[in-house]
């Protein structure tokens, strides 16, 4: 009689160490492959660039130089690459910003649609940055632009 209880107790252990496993398993195959971390990452370089000074003049703490983001898209089976710079990170009572450096050959209208277009990218690939500081070395400025939440809109723009 006692040989029929430890049957039972192994069967029961097995079965919950199968269901154990297979639990795991469904988990990592359901977790998505590619995830962002919450904040960019830190290249500990960086440059010297009058944007620099800028950014510590207005009391900003450049802590990171150029960050390369890669970028994958499949297109109609066709495996398609591209990427996104940021130039500088920077922090400012304990919140982070990404910055990008105005160009001269591609400057910025600040209309919402352009933002929406050049900028948007940066701030949903990490939204618990505090936001991006776009800076024009030639005027001498500083943007600070965030994505508003629908809360802050003073017009029903739906």
């Not at 776009?134 to 629908?150: P, S, T």
Request: hydrophobic content about 45%; proline content about 5%; charged content about 25%.
């Amino acid at each position: 009689m006692e040989a029929h209880y430890d049957r039972i107790l192994m069967f029961v252990i097995v079965l919950l160490l199968i269901v154990w496993i297979l639990n795991g398993l469904r988990k990592w195959l359901m977790t998505d492959p590619v995830t962002l971390p919450d904040f960019p990452l830190i290249n500990e370089e960086i440059e010297d660039h009058p944007a620099v000074q800028l950014l510590e003049e207005e009391g900003y703490e450049v802590v990171g130089g150029k960050v390369r983001i890669p970028l994958a898209f499949i297109s109609n089976q066709d495996m398609v690459y591209s990427r996104l710079y940021i130039d500088f990170v920077a922090m400012s009572e304990d919140e982070t910003y990404l910055v990008k450096v105005a160009k001269r050959r591609a400057s910025l209208t600040f209309t919402g649609p352009e933002i929406r277009d050049k900028l948007l990218p940066y701030l949903l690939m990490y939204p618990a940055c505090a936001g991006l500081l776009y800076v024009d070395c030639e005027q001498g400025n500083i943007r600070r632009i965030v994505l508003a939440d629908h809360e802050d809109y003073t017009e029903d723009v739906f």
